[in-house]
């Protein structure tokens, strides 16, 4: 089973400059998630989808931030423009079964690490 | 907002040392589960405790869950510098969305 494919693994851009990361999901997972893990601290959940649909985007900033999952399968994650404090991995998740079912089958991809000068 | 928090923040101990490190949370769950991360790496799993379990055991890895006191503990038992790396507590409840929410880890070294 392929794993959760996340690019560019890293990007460095200047502040106020515009970057997109994207995201394929292990086949068949129908919720998917963005994380944002500053150095030193726990990845924070930014937005969570299921299938195409926001479930959950109270901790995304949206004045800089979005994302968007079409067709319920890839997903790409956009900050327009970048601040100095968005450097951090970003991590894309999936899941299986859809929320509220039981099981579990979270996987992580490896992250893209951005650091904005 | 982040659900757990993590005690003690960095350990250091030698090789062949137990190390012990616990964690706090906040809302019910439905399972705790326990992650490692190498400096500058990907999140790799460690183990799943549900919360109708109060221990569960893999290899050298002992966990322990009280759901009373809303806490676990990771034991890593005979530890090796390959041990060194941070490692993450996270819960997921599925009556909230299923996501797992993340502690802000303890970071472990291990001296040879």
């Known amino acids: 089973e392929a794993g959760v494919a996340q690019s560019p693994r890293y990007k460095i851009i200047e502040k106020r400059q515009s970057v997109a990361f994207w995201c394929n999901p292990i086949?068949?997972?129908?919720?998917l998630y963005w994380y944002q893990q500053i150095l030193g601290q726990g990845p924070k959940l930014l937005i969570q989808?299921?299938?195409?649909?926001?479930?959950?985007d109270s901790q995304l900033p949206k004045d800089r931030f979005s994302a968007e999952r079409l067709k319920g399968v890839d997903s790409t994650l956009k900050i327009q423009p970048a601040k100095l404090e968005d450097s951090a991995v970003y991590l894309c998740?999936?899941?299986?079964?859809?929320?509220?079912?039981?099981?579990?089958?979270?996987?992580f991809g490896s992250g893209t690490r951005l650091t904005v000068v | 907002s982040q659900q757990g928090e993590e005690d003690p923040q960095a350990l250091s101990i030698q090789e062949g040392e137990n190390a012990t490190m616990n964690c706090s949370y906040k809302?019910?769950?439905?399972?705790l589960q326990w992650y490692r991360q190498n400096s500058g790496r990907g999140l790799v799993h460690l183990i799943l405790?549900?919360?109708?379990?109060r221990e569960k055991h893999s290899g050298r890895l002992r966990v322990t869950l009280d759901t009373s006191k809303k806490s676990s503990s990771l034991l890593i038992t005979a530890s090796r510098a390959a041990d060194t790396a941070s490692y993450f507590c996270?819960?997921?409840?599925?009556?909230?969305?299923?996501?797992?929410?993340f502690g802000q880890g303890t970071e472990l070294s291990v001296k040879p």
């Open positions: 996270a819960t997921r409840n599925y009556n909230q969305g299923g996501k797992l929410i």
């Open positions: 998740a999936s899941s299986w079964p859809p929320q509220g079912q039981g099981g579990d089958g979270y996987t």
């Open positions: 989808f299921q299938n195409n649909g926001v479930v959950d």
């Open positions: 809302t019910s769950i439905n399972n």
């Open positions: 086949s068949g997972h129908a919720t």
């Open positions: 405790i549900r919360s109708n379990e």
